[in-house]
């Protein structure tokens, strides 16, 4: 078989290619919704033959830009289990989205399909999900017409969240072993796994969720109804879907953690539980003020230090042998949640480049892998060995068998493909009740580092090169060192700088022991990389100057 080109010709030319540069990202093609009809597009065609190289497998796409604006919009593609798609396909969705002509198309097209040996006689399936942003409904048409253009099949499930999507493939091409593939089946599996582990137990307060107004807000109102009041009690604030200017505008998961900060919306008060998911709902962090006012912020690294010590305890009491537990950060760690976990956890480290799908992989190699950014994104895989052995074990004590059945409805209540923001909160308040613990006696287990993350905006971002899993810089020319320097004249200094993958700035991010020392590093190297290296716009009044010798001057 062979490509139908009148076909591809006749709908590329419903989406022509603008004169923009495209790249996937850390997380997909992510930039101004305006401009991103021909990468949907494109998006589509490669969204069949990666269906094809998985001789028919269903592929997931999921059109959202999570934490951005509402302006902007993105794509990732979901690969069969769910997980992000496999990173050597990530040049492919580069050079189609980048064709400018039918010519370059089918030239882009065929090099996939000589390379990956795509059979062209295989059925290829795509299922496409969207956020709330308003030109969604628009880029999904555009990416509907990519997978007709290679004749596959498109099922549009419409408004979800990115996890959902990723739980609707996996559970597609499980054929419903990992859960009913709807939406309804969703909030089933992740309710009844909940309430597997809290019934019986005394329930905490409410919890306010900050939705972000995005997708997330009705998303978990949508859940809590399968939830009953008894045992969990929820209300959503920033609920306002209706409103696009409002996503993520002064709320949000990144809003919270970067301005550590209480989003709009929350008249915030000692002793109210909160939590903020991002646009997507792929993200959590949790917060409060404690008892002197102060505002509080539970991290991702603050979520996988609860969910590691709690999994190991149930390991340790079902009586499980061989089960090791590991656990991946990236740099953006505080020093402080890095050092809990190797030196109190006693748990192995491992750290990956920012970006899920990186952490995925990394924790895929323990039995129980716990991955968190810093951010809030993450979830907890187990291995097929381990749910297997959970399963097996049967424990002689009660003690025992209340360890594994908790462990078990714990693979149930953790999505499995992707980090989810509903399903960790469930997680966290879980363990919470479970230990019938305070978010500030969570929050107790250890102290973070302070720290400060800024971003600057550069002429080109691309002309930084992180390297090691993210922590130095090999480009531009001479740049580590000064950030070198810097972090040398402070106590606990740590700096590091990168380019974003879903924004068009780099990304500064310092600590040390004082949070002015932390703000004052921050600032000095936002100044280095403004000043020396391509800073556009107006200078934030911020940023420190630092003359050639890496003195800072008035
Ligand atoms: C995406 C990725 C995350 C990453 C984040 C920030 O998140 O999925 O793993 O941490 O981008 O990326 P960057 O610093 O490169 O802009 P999301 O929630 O925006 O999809």
Known sequence: MSLNNDKIDELFKKHPKLDVTYTYGTAGFRTKGEVLDSVMFSVGLLAVLRSQKHSGKVIGAMVTASHNPAEDNGVKLVEPMGEMLAQSWESYATELA???????????????????????????????????????????????????????????YGLMTTPQLHYITRCLNTQGAYGEPTEEGYYKKLAEAFKRIVTGKVKQSTLYIDGANGIGAPTLQKLAKFIPEEILSVKVVNDDTATASKLNLKSGADFVKVGQKKPDGFDLQPGMRCASLDGDADRIV????????????????????????????????????????????????????????????????VFTATGVKHLHHAAEEFDVGVYFEANGHGTVLFSPGAIKAFHSTQGTTDEEKKALETLRALTDLI??????????????????????????????????????????KVSNRLEFVAIKADTELSKPDGLQQKINQQMSKFKNGRSFVRPSGTEDVVRVYAEADTQANADLLAHIVCGIIFDYHGGVGERPRAFQKVDKEGNTTA
């Open 415 to 456: 999505n499995q493909t992707v980090g989810d923001a509903l399903s960790d909160m469930l997680m966290v308040e879980a363990i919470l009740v479970s230990q019938q613990r305070s978010y500030a006696d969570w929050d107790s287990a250890y102290s973070d580092l302070p720290s400060r993350l800024e971003k600057v």
């Open 286 to 349: 949790f917060w409060y003020l404690n008892k002197e006012g102060t505002f509080k912020l539970l991290d991702g690294d603050k979520i996988a230090t609860l969910a590691a010590g709690f999994i190991m305890g149930l390991v340790k009491a079902a009586k499980v042998p061989n089960i090791q537990v590991g656990l991946v950060q990236t740099a953006y760690a505080n020093g402080s949640a890095t050092a809990y976990v190797k030196d109190t956890l006693q748990v192995p480290v």
């Open 98 to 156: 980048n064709a400018g002509t039918t010519e370059e198309l089918l030239k882009a097209l065929n090099n996939v399909i000589a390379k990956e040996s795509i059979d062209l006689s295989q059925p290829a399936k795509v299922v496409v999900g969207r956020d709330t942003r308003p030109s969604g409904e628009g880029l999904v048409a555009a990416l509907s017409d990519g997978v007709k253009a290679l004749g596959g099949t498109i099922t549009d």
